[in-house]
Each structure stands twice: as structure tokens, then as C-alpha cells.
């Protein structure tokens, strides 16, 4: 797996993990295709960039796992969104949006 | 937070990874379950799966990275594989740590003594602080003993930069009288503010105060150390205020110093303390030490800084105090300029060049040029096993290490083994340590040889270790972050032997130049040694013995001791078995030298010279035939030289030679600038003989009658038919019935005292370290040529068998490898002696007799070298010649 993706993805993946984590708790491969599918198909994520990035949050006290069992019958870990992961949403949602505002602009301009 | 998930994480990790490969695998088995769902086939999809994720063992340790403490978690893992893996190879493990204990302990060793020479602070409050005071006169040169005035000036108008200056004349040599019995003392004459500014509190009692020691012969009080106070008082706390005598005079006992206090200048180890206003009272000095200016009592000025001052704040202070005084006094004080140096245990200095340093330098880089080659060794003996290793560093990089991880590997194991050569290497340089410490300098001088382990040098040896475990790792880790996964695991071992054999050959260059430049520097001191043991000595050591003493201790004044030398030399010639005996104020390799400026009429000194100096003796009659100095012209000394009779010196041949040049010398006259009233007639001249330490060359020298010249301390020498040692008991039994309360030291024989400190000792303990470090340096030179081209032998073991049943003579291929050793030999020594010339520009001040390009030195240093380097190649060599080709060939 290449590692530009992860790097383009850097800041960003964080965010699209929470925004995808935000209704409900899900799987990684749940997680991996709920941003396939968000994105249209524009960020794939490998689970070389996706489970750290899990991992990571969760120390951090933005997700919570538990295991469960998936569609198939198979246990699968599962995260969901903590109170300050949902805090993080809303502050990285307003961030990337002024961000992408501001890129707009100066590309208008 | 982050501690709280690293132990959460360190407690539960087992848990956590069976989680971990479950949540990966889980993952990987649903991504396929999806695809067959899309109408793949089974298996295909599950290896599609696989790709697509990257690996799952790759994945899980990507994972793996981000947990908190997991880098402390992998460190110990390294830790415990890289032990595993020392523990099964115990032959390398133990050639490599043997290795870097041998370079990490001499560098312990030597590094323990420049510590102690010169890093450890003196025992006292802020020690960093504390400086000492040398003049530089305008004639060039430097001088660091100052009198009382001079301090007073001093201290007064250097208030700016220094907080206290304090005065110590250094070094006395006086009787203690308590008890009726007579001890010797070694003291220090100081100004009151001594204890005051070095900021220490007494173990008992007081110490001298400020406001004592300013009026000539008042305040009459003596402070003992702790250790003089154990020795001889058996550490009673009733001597406080105990009425004792310093060479005959009553002082009073007010104090014991701290424990560990050996006085300011620490490397001599001082046991007693008097106010510098009882020198005139004590010593034979004249009693106006106090207020005279022109007589110098040679007090060394320590000055503390003020705290946050430094010294190069102070250095233009001084210059500004140094040239007032000098326009002040222009015949007195002769200073150009005057500078501070920092005051550490070894003593103060006065001379420009300070060899201290150079010779601690010196042997520093000497002691790291052998743990150098000792890493080289390990170094190349890594790059073997690490060829050996390919293999499994490929399969662990196949199961998910990362570059950075192996890497980290291979460093862990290099240092694990650095750490063991330093604990061995520890226990190596204590050992070093302990031998140096019981040197006997044989000298009657308490110099502490204290080379002990402190956290000082145990962080020194751990820094070593520390960075011999990265230099050594370096090289294996580089190349296994080089080596190509698929390459290492398709080939079946002979993989980038080409690579790796310029780095070792490139390292066993290194290793054969380190290894000669050790050698030359070994070669060029034991040299010198030679030299100076063949030094004519222009006297006869053999069957002397010296007992020296000084009636002063026991309260004579001058009048009273030379009587009593004389008969003391008397009854001795009385003695069966003594040829002669007699008396000399200062004997040679002796604590003390004498000399004096000289007016000689119709001789001009040089310009750049100033005055006329000769070194003087007072000596007995018998002298020159006890010492078996022939004499060339004139008459020896007779009893009817006496203290009222007209002056007569006897001359050696390099003063007749340089004043009077060498014709009718005798009858001329010449007058002693500090003895006006007498001028001196040349009755005889005698062979040039050495007078001081050994090394010295020898100069001008004349020898007064003792009766007209009395100089004490004095000594008794005694020419012997049988051993002389034999006769020691004898004569102090003597002595002692004479005067009971007479202290007798350096009593010892003359062919001993040729190797005591001002003798031989210096240049044989510089000799013996170089060349122990040259040895340990050639021992390490050889196992690394040996080994590396044993190592490119066997790896061309191969290419020799298809050589040869290609038709290659036998001695083809011994030419073949053996050319290989010669390149990497020559090219070894052409650098070694380069280094080596550059190094011996340094120390050619060190040097006696030959320069620092000494050219037979290098011719044989260098000759020897290559012989035994070739030596070391030709096993090899001749080993691959016998390589059978069938066997070459079938191998693999």
C-alpha cells in the first residue's frame, strides 16, 4: 500500500472516521466502505492507514470498542463515537470547513 | 494519559494482540466473504484480500506502532532477542566483549587519572571558583611565587573580580616536637584569611583566623589535617590547645582540618598549617618576610572569583594591577603581566607550556585509539555475522519489520554488548587503578596517589560504552537497511560479499594505521626511556646510601647542626665496612636543588640572559670520593677550609668551560650575588656530574665547603664495601644516639633513588602505559587482519575451486589473496605513519634524546608491523591455496 495515499490523507482520515462513526457503531471493514461510499468512491482507505488511525483514536478517548457480531454472524470489533469524539467532530468538521472555504476563495480570486 | 495506556497497554498485552489479530484477520476474511459475494472464487478472493490489505502481519504491526509504550515495549523486546541471540553464539559473544573491555578499561584507567590530576575539585566550598596567580616577566618567562607585600597589593586592588585572596608558601619540611620525640611534618605557611576563603569548617577546634598572622612571629598556632592527627595522635581530641614545637619553637595546637583535606595545592598531601607570620620564627628565614618586598618568600596567591565572575574577567584586572606594581618597584617586581589559572589538584604551574594537559591528552587519545581499534574488531566481526544473519533479518522484515525496526535491532545488540565489555571494562580499569595507586615514588614527599572510581569516571565509562555500541553497531545496521528482502531470500548465502568486503577491508586499514601510530608513540617513549637510562651519570651509584635529615627539626640553628653533621660523618667513617662518609646539602634525584647568581669579573653574560647562574652545593671533604667524582686540575677540600677561613668552591668542567673557557681556572675568584662580603676561589675542577633529576642536562655547578656553606636539610652519604642496605640500621642507630629528637627521611640507596620521581620513574611509567597500549592496540591489529582475510578466503572458496580447475597454479592463488593482505597492509602503514608524524609533533617536548620523527623508530616500528600483519595474512592465504577444487566446487 502506497504511502502518498496515507499521507494525503493525513488530518483528513481522522475526520472521515468520525463523520462515518457518526450515526451509529460500526466494524473496520464498515468503517473502510461507509468513506468509500461518503466520499464516492474518491478515498479508499487500506486497513494499514485505518487501523492505526483506529487504534490511535481510541487511546485518545475518541472511540470506544466493544466486540460484536457482524451481518454474517462473525465476531468483529466495533467502534463507536465518545462524548469528546463527538466534540472532535463538530470542531474538525468547522475547522475543514473553513479551510475549504478559504481554498475556494483564493482559487476564485 | 499517556503513561496510563502505556501500562494499561503493557499489562494487557497478551490480550491485546489476540484482539489485534483477530480484528485484522476478521477484517481480511470479511473483505473476501464480500468479494466472493461479487462472484469470485474462494481462494482467490481470500489471496486478493490479503494483497489489497498489504499483509496482515504488516498491518497488525502498523497498528501496533501507534499504542502507547510501544516503543518501550519493542526495546525490550529487542533487548531480550538480542541477549538470545549473544547467548547462542557465546564464542563471538565473548571475543567481542573481551574486546571492548580491554579498550573500554584502559580508557577507564587513564581516564581515572586524569581526573584525579586534573577534574576532581578540591574539598572545598565551590572549588570551581578558586584560581592561582602566575606573573609573566618581562625577560619572558613566568613565575607563580609572590611575597607577602605582594599579596597585600594584590589582594587589595584585585577587589572587583575577586571575592578573597589568600596566600600559601607551599611546601616546608618541619619537626614536630610533642612528647619528647621529634616527627616530621610537611607544612604550609598561609595568611589568615586561607581557611576563611577556601570556606571549610575544622573536624575540631578553630582554624587560623584573618586577624591572625600579620605581625612577624606572633600568633604562634598550628593547624593539623585529619590524617597527621589519626597517624600520630591517635586521634585525641585533648590535643587542642596542647603546647607543642615546630623546629625547636613553642607553638600551640588550635584545630584539626576536615577529613579528606589535603590543603589547596591537593596533590601533596599537607599536614600541617602555621601562620605565615611564624616563617620568620620557624624556618631559618629572615624575619622580615612580613614587610620585605625584595625577598621572596614564594607564596602561591589563590584567589577565589566573585561568584558569577569568571576567569576571563579577571585577566585584564590583573594585567592592569601587574603593570602598576611593576612601574611601583621596576627592580623588584619584573612582571610584564600577570594572569589567573584555574586551580585544580594538580599543582600549580608557573611554566608557559603546562604538560599536564599535553601529557593527559596524550594518553587519552593513545587509550581511544585502542578502544577504537577494539570497535573496528567487534565491528568486523558484526559485518561476518550479519552476512551469516542475512537471512533471518530477511524473514523478519518478511513478517512485518519495518527498515527502522531492524535497524533498531541490530543497535540494540551492538550496545548490549558494549554494556558488557564495560562492566568488564570496569573491572579491568580498577584493576589498572589499584596498580597505579601503589606505586611507591619513593620519596619522602606525601604525595596521595588517589586514583579511586568516582561517578566521574564510571559516567565516563559508560559514555564510552555507549558510543562504541553505536560505532560498532553503525556499519551492520547500515548495510542490513541496504540489503534487498528478495535478493537475501532467493540466493542461497553468497550474497553482496563484494560490498562488504570493502568495508572490512576499509575498517582493517583503519585498524593497521591506529595500531602503527600506537606503536611508534610506544616506540618513541621507551626510546627516550633507553636514553635516559644511559645517561651518563658522571658519578657511581653503586654501594651509596643516603640518609637525609635536618637539624632544624630537632631546634639546632645552623652553628649547632653543622657540628653536628660533622660528627655524625665521623663516627660513620668509624664504622667496618664503610669506605667513606660524608655530607652534602642536596644529593642527586633529591628533593631539592640550590643555585645562585654569580658576578665573575671579565665575564659578559648574553643579552637575552640577564645574569650568570650556577647551581651550587655544600659539600664535606670526603664527598667526591664517596660519590666517585674524579677531579681533573687543583686540590679537593680540606678540614682547614673552615667557616672563617678565605671562601673556596670547587667547579665542574661545563662552569669552567663557560666562564673561563676551560683555561686557568683555577685561582680565579668569582663573587655570589646574595654574599657579597665573601668572594669565592676556584681551588679545583671535577668531572660534569648530575646534580638534579636525570633528565635535566647539565649545566654550571660548583661545590662550596660545607663549613662555609650550610644548607639544611642535609644528607649523609655513606660509600660501603658490602650492600649499603645492610648499613642503614646500623647508622640511624647512630644518629639517634647522637640526638633522639633528630627525624630522618629518604633513607634509601643511591641505585634506588635513580628510579623514584625525579629519577627514572616518570619515563618508565610513561613507557610501560605507551607501550601496554601499544601492545593491546598490535593484539587487536592482528586478530582484525587475520580475521578479515580469513573471512574473504573462505568466501572465495568457491571462485578458487573453479580458478584452479580452470588451471590456476597453487601459487597464483597465493599470490592472489596474499596480494589482497599486502594492499590492505601497505596502504595501512602509509596512513598510520602520517598519523603518526602528526602526533609526534605534539609530544616531542616529552622526548628525550631523539626527535618525534624519530627515523629508526619508524623503520622499526614499522618493518616489525608489517611482518607480523604479512604473518597474519599468510594462514589465509596459504589455506586457500590448499582448497581442494572438487571440494570447492561441490560445496553449496
Avoid at chain 2, 430 to 448: C, E, K, M, Q, W
Wanted: charge should be positive; charged fraction near 20%.
Amino acid at each position: 500500500m502506497g504511502n502518498e495515499q496515507t499521507e494525503l490523507l493525513q488530518g483528513t482520515l481522522d475526520m472521515l472516521i468520525l463523520k462515518s462513526l457518526a450515526l451509529g457503531e460500526m466494524h473496520g471493514l464498515g468503517i473502510s466502505r461507509r468513506i468509500e461510499q461518503i466520499t464516492r468512491g474518491t478515498f479508499q482507505v487500506k486497513p494499514g492507514s485505518l487501523f492505526p488511525a483506529l487504534h490511535r483514536m481510541e487511546e485518545q478517548g475518541w472511540l470506544k470498542a466493544s466486540w460484536g457480531e457482524s451481518e454474517n454472524g462473525r465476531r468483529a470489533r466495533y467502534y463507536q463515537l465518545t462524548r469528546t469524539g463527538r466534540k472532535r467532530l463538530g470542531s474538525e468538521t468547522e475547522r475543514w470547513s473553513r479551510i475549504s472555504l478559504a481554498i475556494e476563495r483564493a482559487l476564485e480570486a | 494519559m499517556w503513561l496510563k495506556n502505556a501500562v494499561k497497554n503493557w499489562m494487557g498485552r497478551r490480550r491485546a494482540e489476540a484482539e489485534l489479530d483477530e480484528e485484522v484477520r476478521g477484517y481480511v476474511e470479511m473483505a473476501a466473504e464480500e468479494k466472493v459475494r461479487n462472484g469470485a472464487d474462494a481462494r482467490g478472493a481470500r489471496r486478493e484480500a490479503i494483497l489489497e490489505a498489504g499483509g496482515v502481519e504488516q498491518v497488525k504491526e502498523q497498528a501496533r506502532e501507534v499504542r502507547a509504550g510501544h516503543f518501550l515495549e519493542t526495546l525490550w523486546q529487542d533487548i531480550r532477542y538480542g541477549a538470545r541471540m549473544l547467548r547462542k553464539a557465546p564464542g563471538f559473544t565473548a571475543v567481542a566483549v573481551l574486546t571492548l573491555a580491554l579498550g573500554i578499561g584502559a580508557n577507564t584507567s587513564i581516564f581515572s587519572m586524569v581526573d584525579w590530576l586534573m577534574l576532581r575539585p578540591l574539598p572545598v566550598k565551590d572549588a570551581g571558583q578558586l584560581t592561582y596567580l602566575v606573573a609573566q616577566l618581562k625577560s619572558g618567562g613566568y613565575e607563580n611565587g609572590f611575597s607577602f607585600p605582594n599579596y597585600d597589593d594584590i589582594r587589595n586592588q584585585s577587589t572587583s573580580v575577586f571575592s578573597n585572596v589568600a596566600g600559601v608558601q607551599p611546601f616546608q619540611m618541619d619537626g614536630l616536637n610533642a612528647d619528647g620525640k621529634t616527627m616530621q611534618i610537611w607544612t604550609n605557611y598561609v595568611t589568615g584569611n586561607f581557611f576563611e576563603m577556601l570556606g571549610i569548617k575544622p573536624a575540631l577546634g578553630r582554624f587560623i583566623l584573618p586577624s591572625e598572622g600579620k605581625v612577624a612571629g606572633a600568633d604562634p598556632v598550628l593547624v593539623l589535617s585529619y590524617s597527621y592527627w589519626q597517624a600520630h595522635f591517635d586521634e585525641d581530641p585533648n590535643v587542642i590547645g596542647r603546647k607543642v614545637a615546630v623546629n625547636g619553637q613553642p607553638v600551640t595546637i588550635i584545630g584539626i582540618a576536615p577529613k579528606g583535606f589535603q590543603g589547596a595545592l591537593a596533590i601533596l598531601d599537607t599536614q600541617g598549617y602555621l601562620p605565615v607570620s611564624m616563617a620568620g620564627t620557624t624556618l631559618a628565614a629572615k624575619s622580615d618576610v612580613l614587610t620585605n618586598r625584595q625577598d621572596e618568600i614564594g607564596m602561591i596567591l589563590i584567589g577565589r572569583l566573585k561568584p558569577g565572575e569568571n576567569l576571563l574577567a579577571a585577566q585584564p584586572v590583573l594585567r592592569v594591577i601587574a603593570k602598576r606594581l611593576s612601574s611601583q618597584y621596576p627592580t623588584i617586581d619584573k612582571w610584564s603581566s600577570m594572569e589567573a589559572r584555574k586551580l585544580t589538584a594538580a599543582p600549580p604551574s608557573a611554566g608557559n607550556s603546562q604538560p599536564l594537559p599535553v601529557i593527559a591528552g596524550l594518553f587519552l587519545f593513545l587509550a581511544g585509539m585502542v578502544l577504537l581499534l577494539a570497535c573496528v574488531n567487534v565491528a568486523n566481526l558484526l559485518l561476518v555475522r550479519a552476512g551469516v544473519r542475512g537471512r533471518e533479518m530477511a524473514v523478519r522484515a518478511a513478517l512485518g519489520a519495518g527498515r527502522g525496526r531492524l535497524m533498531r535491532q541490530l543497535f540494540t545488540e551492538s550496545i548490549l554488548l558494549a554494556l558488557l565489555g564495560c562492566a568488564g571494562g570496569i573491572a579491568l580499569g580498577i584493576g589498572g587503578s589499584r596498580a597505579l595507586n601503589s606505586l611507591n615514588l619513593g620519596t619522602a614527599i606525601p604525595v596521595r596517589l588517589d586514583f579511586n572510581f568516582n561517578w566521574r569516571v564510571f559516567s565516563y565509562a559508560f559514555a564510552a560504552a555507549l558510543l562504541t555500541g553505536i560505532v560498532v553497531g553503525f556499519v551492520p545496521a547500515i548495510r542490513a537497511s541496504l540489503g534487498n528482502l528478495n535478493e537475501v531470500l532467493h540466493e542461497a548465502g553468497r550474497t553482496a560479499t563484494g560490498r562488504r568486503q570493502r568495508m572490512s577491508s576499509t575498517l582493517v586499514v583503519a585498524q593497521v594505521a591506529g595500531s602503527l601510530m600506537l606503536l611508534i608513540v610506544a616506540g618513541l617513549f621507551v626510546r627516550s626511556l633507553r636514553n635516559v637510562q644511559h645517561t651518563n651519570l658522571g658519578f657511581d651509584p653503586s654501594h651509596v646510601l643516603n640518609i637525609s635529615m635536618d637539624p632544624h627539626e630537632a631546634g639546632y640553628d645552623s652553628a649547632k647542626g653543622a657540628r653536628f653533621l660533622h660528627d655524625l660523618a665521623e663516627r660513620v667513617r668509624t664504622l667496618p665496612g664503610v669506605r667513606s662518609a660524608s655530607i652534602a646539602a642536596t644529593v642527586p634525584m633529591g628533593l631539592e636543588t640550590y643555585g645562585a647568581d654569580l658576578k665573575i669579573v671579565g665575564y659578559e653574560p648574553p643579552k637575552d640572559q640577564g645574569s650568570i647562574f650556577a647551581g651550587e652545593n655544600g659539600v664535606s671533604p670526603e664527598y667526591f670520593e664517596t660519590m666517585n667524582i674524579p677531579l681533573v686540575e687543583g686540590r679537593g677540600f680540606l678540614d682547614s677550609d673552615e667557616a672563617n677561613a678565605p671562601h673556596v668552591a670547587i667547579i665542574n668542567e661545563t662552569m669552567a668551560k663557560k666562564y673561563w673557557r676551560g683555561k686557568d681556572t683555577l685561582g680565579r675568584q668569582f663573587t655570589i650575588v646574595d654574599d657579597p662580603a665573601h668572594p669565592v676561589q676556584i681551588v679545583g675542577v671535577v668531572k660534569d656530574s648530575v646534580t638534579g633529576s636525570i633528565s635535566e642536562t647539565i649545566g654550571p655547578y660548583f661545590y662550596l665547603p660545607f663549613t662555609q656553606k650550610y644548607i639544611a636539610p642535609a644528607t649523609l652519604q655513606v660509600r660501603t664495601k658490602a650492600a649499603p642496605e645492610s648499613m642503614a640500621s646500623g647508622i640511624l642507630g647512630i644518629i639517634r644516639e647522637i640526638e633522639p629528637a633528630m627525624p630522618t627521611f629518604d633513607v634509601q640507596t643511591m641505585t634506588k633513588a635513580l628510579d623514584t620521581i625525579n629519577g627514572l620513574m616518570l619515563y618508565r611509567l610513561g613507557a610501560s602505559l605507551a607501550a601496554l597500549l601499544g601492545c593491546l592496540g598490535l593484539l587487536l591489529a592482528i586478530v582484525g587482519v587475520y580475521g578479515v582475510l580469513s573471512y574473504a578466503a573462505s568466501q572465495r572458496t568457491h571462485e578458487i575451486g573453479i580458478r584452479v580447475a580452470l588451471g590456476a597454479q597453487r601459487g597464483q592463488i597465493l599470490k592472489m589473496i596474499f596480494r589482497q593482505g599486502l594492499l590492505i597492509v601497505g596502504v595501512g602503514l602509509g596512513v598510520g605513519i602520517l598519523a603518526a608524524l602528526g602526533i609526534s609533533k605534539m609530544i616531542g617536548t616529552l622526548l628525550v634524546g631523539i626527535g618525534g620523527a624519530d627515523p629508526l623508530t619508524y623503520a622499526v616500528v614499522s618493518t616489525f608491523l608489517a611482518i607480523v600483519a604479512l604473518a597474519a595474512c599468510w594462514i589465509p592465504a596459504r589455506r586457500a591455496m590448499k582448497v581442494d577444487p572438487m571440494v570447492a566446487l561441490r560445496y553449496e
